[in-house]
């Protein structure tokens, strides 16, 4: 059967490529039957920012929103996913020949880094496609919520933090390391939940698609 849904989350585990400097994700054993407890349990390692998550506001604006203020109005509803090709750099004018409808609000990235599975496996790389600051102006010119991306920054690697910056100072909600290797372009709804970290400026997230009613 197949499933009504589609899994655009990173599988969190041993291969997940993390940010350097981040000490990445790691799960052990913390009670295990085999050494007689009485049940199996995982320790997890971890920030926030480790595969699929949300980057709420405060991440870089310093009294910015944490994640209970940005709630999960940006992360659940209509959402566009767009080829966007090869292109590394995404900025206005290739934004603007995606056409994308006016009521658009939320819309997602789908750049050559799902088309190559090595990025979705460590080791980190550095030459991911991402937004540009122009491109992340455009995106708040067009009254988005929510922008996403399948690579662990929304951000072009070495960039001053100006795209993130004008972005999260605009309120847009950023999604990042997402899979969208397998999902045909168009219009989806988007259900993104993620954890409810208090006093957080990012969290990680499971996100999956559904088609649109009647497509
Ligand atoms: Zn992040």
Redesign the pocket.
């Known amino acids: 059967v197949k499933p009504s849904y589609i899994d655009i989350s990173w599988p969190l585990g041993p291969d997940t490529p993390s940010w350097p400097g981040s000490p990445g994700f790691t799960a052990a054993s913390h009670l295990a039957i085999g050494d007689g407890d009485l049940a199996n349990a995982t320790l997890l390692t971890m920030d926030a920012?480790t595969g699929t998550?949300v980057?709420a506001p405060r991440?870089f604006v310093a009294k910015g929103a944490d994640l209970e203020t940005l709630g999960l109005d940006p992360f659940v509803g209509d959402v566009y996913v767009v080829d966007i090709g090869t292109s590394r750099a995404i900025g206005p004018a290739l934004l603007d020949g995606l056409a994308l409808p006016d009521q658009a609000r939320r819309l997602l990235l789908q750049t050559a880094n799902s088309a190559e599975s090595h990025f979705r496996r460590a080791p980190f790389r550095q030459d991911y496609a991402a937004l540009t600051p122009e491109g992340a102006q455009w995106v708040v010119d067009k009254g988005l919520v929510l922008i996403g991306i399948d690579y662990l920054?929304i951000e072009l690697y070495g960039d001053a933090p100006t795209t993130h910056r004008i972005l999260l100072e605009a309120g847009v909600a950023?999604l990042?390391g997402l899979d969208l290797a397998d999902v045909p372009p168009g219009e989806y709804t988007l259900v993104c939940l993620p954890l409810r970290l208090l006093n957080a400026e990012?969290a990680p997230a499971r996100a999956i698609l559904l088609p649109k009613q009647g497509s």
């Open positions: 920012h998550h980057d991440h920054s950023i990042e990012a």
